[in-house]
C-alpha cells in the first residue's frame, strides 16, 4: 500500500491568503507535497523515530532493516515481537544501548496501553497525544510532533523546537537570528488552522536556500 496524498487545496490558499510573505514562498516552492503514511501502525512509527535517531538515512534505514529481520523475519514487528526478541540480536542488528532500552519501552507501555492504538489515539488531542507519548523512554515532544503531522495527519501542529522550521521562518520573514518558540509561534498565528503546512513550507524554505548556495 502507498502512502496516501491528502488534499492541500484549501490549507494552502488560507495560507496564501493569511500571511503575504508566505504567499512568496508557496509561489516559488509550488503545492504541498507531504504524504501521509497509513498503513503504519503508531508502534511501528514511533519504533522508526527512534531507530532513525542521530543517524543518516542509509545508516539508519540499513540498521532498522536489521531490527525487522531480527524481530519478525523482515515484516514489520509487533510489540511482542520485540519483547520476544533477545538484547543480543538487537544489539547485533546496530541498536545501541540506550535505543533498545528506548524500544523495549516503548513495547512495553504499547502493550499496557500508554502508548494508544490507532482507535484511541484519533479521540485525543494534539497536547493529549504528546503527554502520552513522552511517557515513553527516548520519545521528546518533536518526536511525538512528527508522528502528529507525519503519520496521524494533524492539519495544526507547530513544532516550534524544529530546527528546520524555525530556519525557514528566519530566511522567509528576514529576521536577524532564529525565533525563539514565542516569536514563532507570533509569526505562524495567521497560518491556524494550517500550522503543520505552513511548518512544512519553512523546511521548502530551508531547502530552496541550501540549493542557491
Known amino acids: ?3 496516501r496524498q491528502p488534499d492541500f487545496t484549501e490549507a494552502v490558499k488560507h495560507l496564501k491568503r493569511a500571511d503575504p510573505k508566505l504567499a512568496v514562498l508557496i509561489e516559488r ?11 503504519f501502525s503508531i508502534f511501528y512509527s514511533l519504533m522508526r523515530s527512534i531507530t532513525y535517531q542521530q543517524l543518516a ?3 539508519a534505514s540499513t540498521i532498522f532493516g536489521r531490527v525487522e529481520m531480527a524481530c519478525a523475519g523482515g515484516k514489520r ?4 515481537q520485540v519483547m520476544a526478541t533477545s538484547d543480543e540480536a538487537l544489539r547485533a542488528a ?6 533498545l532500552a528506548a524500544i523495549r519501552d516503548l513495547a512495553a ?3 499496557d496501553g500508554t502508548v494508544p492504538d490507532l482507535k484511541t489515539i484519533h479521540r485525543l488531542s494534539d497536547e493529549e497525544v504528546i503527554e502520552r507519548l513522552i511517557e515513553v523512554r527516548g520519545i521528546g515532544r518533536w518526536t511525538a510532533e512528527m508522528l502528529l503531522m507525519f503519520r496521524l495527519g494533524r492539519p495544526d501542529v507547530l513544532p516550534c523546537d524544529d530546527y528546520g522550521v524555525r530556519k525557514g521562518a528566519q530566511l522567509t520573514y528576514k529576521l536577524r537570528k532564529l525565533p525563539d518558540k514565542k516569536r514563532l509561534t507570533k509569526l505562524a498565528e ?5 500550522r503543520s503546512v505552513g511548518s512544512w513550507y519553512m523546511w521548502r524554505a530551508l531547502d530552496i536556500k541550501t540549493v542557491e548556495d
Do not use: D, E, F, Q
Open 77 to 80: 514487528p509487533t510489540p511482542a
Open 1 to 3: 500500500m502507498s502512502p
Open 109 to 111: 507501555k504499547t502493550l
Open 94 to 99: 546496530g541498536l545501541s544501548r540506550n535505543k
Open 190 to 194: 495567521p497560518w491556524r488552522p494550517y
Open 29 to 39: 516552492v509550488g503545492p504541498c507535497t507531504r504524504v501521509i503514511p497509513h498503513h
Open 57 to 59: 538515512g542509509k545508516a
